[in-house]
Nanobody, 124 residues
Framework: VHLEESGGGLVQHGGTLRLSCAAS????????IAWFRQAPGKERVLVSC???????YYADSVKGRFTVSRVNAKSTVYLQMNSLKPDDTAVYYC???????????????????RGQGTQVTVSS
């Protein structure tokens, strides 16, 4: 199992970035993919969850600005980030999570594999 993030970089306040998570070694169709971020000195935070059935979850801090999508045929999950703010600065990780069945939204509770992360820096 391997997950690799790409697409991070330096962007100005209000800018956009699209992160990619390339998955290999397993069938993406059967899993949820979580996007986490961790800023220096802060705890890891779940940003978004893409469930196997297409349902999605977003943290309140990114709702309306970030959009997660997946192309199972390409084994890739994307995180489109618009209207970026300096508070979005962090290392972003994607991780394989168990799928959520039922409920109002997918939870991405825990993960068993994650990528190495990609740095996102938003300047003010």
């Amino acid at each position: 199992v391997h997950l690799e993030e790409s697409g991070g970089g330096l962007v100005q306040h209000g800018g956009t970035l699209r992160l990619s998570c390339a998955a290999s070694g397993f069938t993406l169709d059967y899993y949820a993919i979580a996007w986490f971020r961790q800023a220096p000195g802060k705890e890891r935070v779940l940003v978004s969850c893409s469930n196997h059935d297409g349902r999605t979850y977003y943290a309140d801090s990114v709702k309306g600005r970030f959009t997660v999508s997946r192309v199972n045929a390409k084994s890739t999950v994307y995180l489109q980030m618009n209207s970026l703010k300096p508070d979005d600065t962090a290392v972003y990780y994607c991780a394989r999570s168990p799928p959520t069945y039922g409920g109002d939204y997918p939870r991405c509770d825990g993960y068993d594999h994650r990528g190495q992360g990609t740095q996102v820096t938003v300047s003010s």
